[in-house]
């Protein structure tokens, strides 16, 4: 998996759609080969984000759980916390 696509369902507040977006755009680039797209395919990969962003967000929209929403600044600490422990950072 992309490490730079996150986790975006059940978090309190709620992913928002620059959020989705930058996934569904993460998600394009990673499956086509390009960061940035040709003239020529910049049309074809702009409406591929779009569409990927509008089903993700009816996903995240449809998905239902009995747990607790996790809190964004200790999900962020706790990724803090693990690559600092994997590239040996010290933490500041």
């Given at each position: 998996m992309?490490?730079?696509i996150?986790?975006?369902?059940?978090?309190?507040?709620?992913?928002?759609?620059?959020?989705?977006?930058?996934?569904?755009?993460?998600?394009?680039?990673k499956?086509?080969g390009?960061?940035?797209?040709?003239?020529?395919?910049?049309?074809?990969?702009?409406?591929?984000?779009?569409?990927?962003?509008?089903?993700?967000?009816?996903?995240?929209?449809s998905?239902?759980?009995?747990?607790?929403?996790r809190?964004?600044?200790?999900?962020?600490?706790?990724?803090?916390?693990?690559?600092?422990?994997?590239?040996?950072?010290?933490?500041?």
């Amino acid at each position: 998996m992309c490490r730079n696509i996150k986790t975006l369902f059940n978090f309190d507040p709620p992913a928002t759609e620059d959020e989705v977006y930058a996934a569904s755009l993460q998600y394009v680039r990673k499956i086509s080969g390009f960061n940035q797209p040709s003239q020529a395919n910049k049309d074809a990969f702009n409406r591929a984000i779009e569409e990927i962003a509008i089903a993700t967000q009816n996903l995240l929209n449809s998905l239902e759980t009995t747990a607790q929403p996790r809190d964004r600044e200790v999900e962020a600490e706790r990724s803090r916390a693990r690559n600092a422990k994997r590239f040996g950072i010290e933490e500041i």
